[in-house]
């Protein structure tokens, strides 16, 4: 077998996602999920071959576990040897890191420093970065960053309107995160109306527990609608998006609320499940929606959708041409309700679904949704791990002249 594939690593707070990808053409050898980290139920589950095995995660269940259990899972496979370097999804990159960027003392320091915007997920991947250099020592690492695409905004896209020296003296400014998704469905546009990437303007919606729309003009992102955090924007399953934030001093001065308990309810207690008092998964509230005309889960999908169309409608302002709009994400890769209510709210701008089509596309399909006489709307599934295999493997291509 080639030597050439790229381990890649997605670490979260309690879980390790991880895919053996060959970055040419993205084909996936093994992938799986360690989850559960840091309590005794920690479980691995890897997929190869078309085979799916589970196994307990050894004391002390962390992150350096999980990646041991899974280098005995390569070495009982002989799939070690196959491996050239390893790529991480790392989600705060602040402005320092528009590119992949191959790991050393001071990016580590750098991914440390930039954890205080983006204090769980940033600690999270630092975690899996010092784990994988530990049980891969002569391999090089290689960060990918989710903030990247998006360090092509303006500034009038990135500044709040709020005091310049928060921004100068603290950071304090829109950064955006899902950046690997959005360049990869771009990318999947773009071959698909036969254009150079940097010709073509899109907007994207990412939809999935977390949700973000994207304004990309000659194949950069221009504008975003996650901010400094992955709280601002549009509605997403546990998470309020735009809020008026007088309504935490209201919540603080007449309701005696905490900054913890409002940072809970804006982050896990909102969003459609907040809405819908039912839960944060789409399929529930569709379910309870279609079979039961649950009037809550009725207007939760009311709001999510209008929201994001909405967000889409506005980032016309940040173009001067529109090839499409593209929907992926675990929502805007699979249901067709939410798309058929957003699109439906853009005759304005000439998007006019073709129900069959919507239908279609599904599970894993990807292709156009509209109908002859509208403009193009597609479904085209992610695939944030192949980009950061790809840009790994490209990055690590350059740095020795190959
Ligand atoms: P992600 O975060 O991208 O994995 O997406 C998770 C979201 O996708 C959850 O809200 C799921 O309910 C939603 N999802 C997955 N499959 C479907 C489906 N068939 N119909 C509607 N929503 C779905």
């Given at each position: 077998?080639?030597?050439?594939?790229?381990?890649?690593?997605?670490?979260?707070?309690?879980?390790?996602?991880?895919?053996?990808?060959?970055?040419?053409?993205?084909?996936?050898?093994?992938?799986?999920?360690?989850?559960?980290?840091?309590?005794?139920?920690?479980?691995?589950?890897?997929?190869?071959?078309?085979?799916?095995?589970?196994?307990?995660?050894?004391?002390?269940?962390?992150?350096?576990?999980?990646?041991?259990?899974?280098?005995?899972?390569?070495?009982?496979?002989?799939?070690?040897?196959?491996?050239?370097?390893?790529?991480?999804?790392?989600?705060?990159?602040?402005?320092?890191?528009?590119?992949?960027?191959?790991?050393?003392?001071?990016?580590?320091?750098?991914?440390?420093?930039?954890?205080?915007?983006?204090?769980?997920?940033?600690?999270?991947?630092?975690?899996?970065?010092?784990?994988?250099?530990?049980?891969?020592?002569?391999?090089?690492?290689?960060?990918?960053?989710?903030?990247?695409?998006?360090?092509?905004?303006?500034?009038?896209?990135?500044?709040?309107?709020?005091?310049?020296?928060?921004?100068?003296?603290?950071?304090?400014?829109?950064?955006?995160?899902?950046?690997?998704?959005?360049?990869?469905?771009?990318?999947?546009?773009?071959?698909?109306?036969?254009?150079?990437?940097?010709?073509?303007?899109?907007?994207?919606?990412?939809?999935?527990?977390?949700?973000?729309?994207?304004?990309?003009?000659?194949?950069?992102?221009?504008?975003?609608?996650?901010?400094?955090?992955?709280?601002?924007?549009?509605?997403?399953?546990?998470?309020?998006?735009?809020?008026?934030?007088?309504?935490?001093?209201?919540?603080?001065?007449?309701?005696?609320?905490?900054?913890?308990?409002?940072?809970?309810?804006?982050?896990?207690?909102?969003?459609?499940?907040?809405?819908?008092?039912?839960?944060?998964?789409?399929?529930?509230?569709?379910?309870?929606?279609?079979?039961?005309?649950?009037?809550?889960?009725?207007?939760?999908?009311d709001v999510f959708c209008y929201r994001i169309a909405k967000?889409?409608?506005?980032?016309?302002?940040?173009?001067?041409?529109?090839?499409?709009?593209?929907?992926?994400?675990?929502?805007?890769?699979?249901?067709?309700?939410?798309?058929?209510k957003?699109?439906?709210q853009?005759?304005?701008?000439?998007?006019?679904?073709?129900?069959?089509?919507?239908?279609?596309?599904?599970?894993?399909?990807?292709?156009?949704?509209?109908?002859?006489?509208?403009?193009?709307?597609?479904?085209?599934?992610?695939?944030?791990?192949?980009?950061?295999?790809?840009?790994?493997?490209?990055?690590?291509?350059?740095?020795?002249?190959?």
């Amino acid at each position: 077998m080639k030597n050439n594939f790229i381990l890649v690593l997605n670490c979260g707070s309690s879980s390790l996602k991880f895919s053996l990808i060959n970055p040419e053409n993205g084909a996936t050898l093994l992938s799986g999920l360690a989850e559960r980290l840091a309590t005794e139920q920690a479980i691995i589950n890897i997929k190869y071959d078309g085979k799916k095995e589970q196994a307990e995660i050894p004391a002390p269940f962390d992150h350096q576990s999980a990646i041991l259990s899974l280098v005995a899972h390569l070495k009982k496979l002989d799939l070690v040897a196959c491996i050239s370097a390893i790529g991480h999804r790392v989600v705060h990159g602040g402005e320092a890191y528009c590119h992949p960027t191959l790991v050393d003392e001071d990016v580590k320091t750098a991914i440390k420093n930039l954890a205080r915007l983006a204090p769980l997920h940033n600690k999270a991947n630092l975690t899996g970065i010092i784990a994988a250099e530990a049980a891969f020592p002569t391999l090089p690492q290689v960060a990918v960053f989710d903030t990247a695409f998006h360090q092509t905004m303006p500034e009038k896209a990135y500044i709040y309107g709020i005091p310049y020296a928060l921004y100068k003296d603290h950071g304090i400014r829109r950064y955006g995160f899902h950046g690997t998704s959005h360049f990869f469905v771009a990318q999947q546009a773009a071959k698909r109306i036969d254009k150079p990437l940097e010709q073509c303007s899109f907007i994207s919606a990412h939809l999935g527990n977390g949700c973000s729309v994207t304004a990309i003009k000659d194949g950069k992102s221009v504008d975003t609608s996650l901010g400094m955090t992955p709280l601002e924007g549009v509605m997403m399953g546990t998470r309020s998006g735009d809020i008026d934030p007088g309504i935490i001093f209201h919540l603080v001065n007449q309701l005696n609320y905490s900054t913890q308990e409002i940072d809970n309810m804006l982050n896990k207690e909102s969003g459609l499940l907040g809405v819908s008092g039912i839960s944060n998964d789409c399929r529930a509230i569709e379910t309870a929606y279609i079979e039961y005309h649950n009037p809550q889960a009725a207007l939760a999908l009311d709001v999510f959708c209008y929201r994001i169309a909405k967000a889409i409608a506005s980032y016309t302002a940040s173009l001067t041409e529109l090839d499409g709009i593209i929907f992926t994400g675990g929502i805007g890769e699979n249901s067709n309700i939410i798309r058929e209510k957003i699109l439906s709210q853009l005759s304005l701008l000439n998007f006019k679904i073709d129900l069959e089509a919507n239908l279609t596309n599904r599970f894993g399909q990807s292709g156009l949704i509209t109908s002859d006489e509208s403009r193009a709307a597609w479904v085209i599934a992610t695939n944030e791990e192949w980009v950061i295999a790809e840009q790994t493997f490209q990055l690590l291509n350059q740095k020795t002249g190959i």
